[in-house]
């Protein structure tokens, strides 16, 4: 990727709210809504991290060479930033800045 340390994401989870995650309000006029963004996916890498038995590291947690328990997406951008790269804001096979190696496949690569 040229980069000697982390650009951007390393893992990354839903964070469209279109395709985001169902949860039941139960406060206020209540029921179903649908959350997604950063509120959603920084709690979901969370509890696969804490249900792997992850604890605090600030080097790099993730994979230890078991890429096959990642879903690597290969498609889409972050159409938010002008990029002078492909790889910061374009997904792409392999490390990519908006998805790093992909979405979690179970707790296997943590």
Do not use: E, M
Not at 33 to 46: C, D, E, Q, Y
């Amino acid at each position: 990727t040229n980069c000697a340390r982390r650009a951007s994401a390393d893992v990354s989870a839903v964070a469209d709210p279109a395709t985001g995650v169902a949860v039941y309000v139960t406060f206020g006029s209540g029921g179903w809504n649908v959350f997604g963004g950063t509120s959603a996916a920084a709690p979901i890498i969370a509890s696969v991290y804490a249900l792997a038995g992850g604890g605090y590291s600030n080097v790099t947690p993730y994979t230890n060479g078991n890429t096959s328990n990642l879903h690597d997406i290969i498609s889409g951008s972050n159409s938010k930033r002008k990029c002078p790269q492909t790889q910061w804001c374009s997904a792409r096979t392999g490390w990519d800045g908006p998805t790093g190696v992909g979405t979690p496949n179970g707790t296997g690569a943590f």
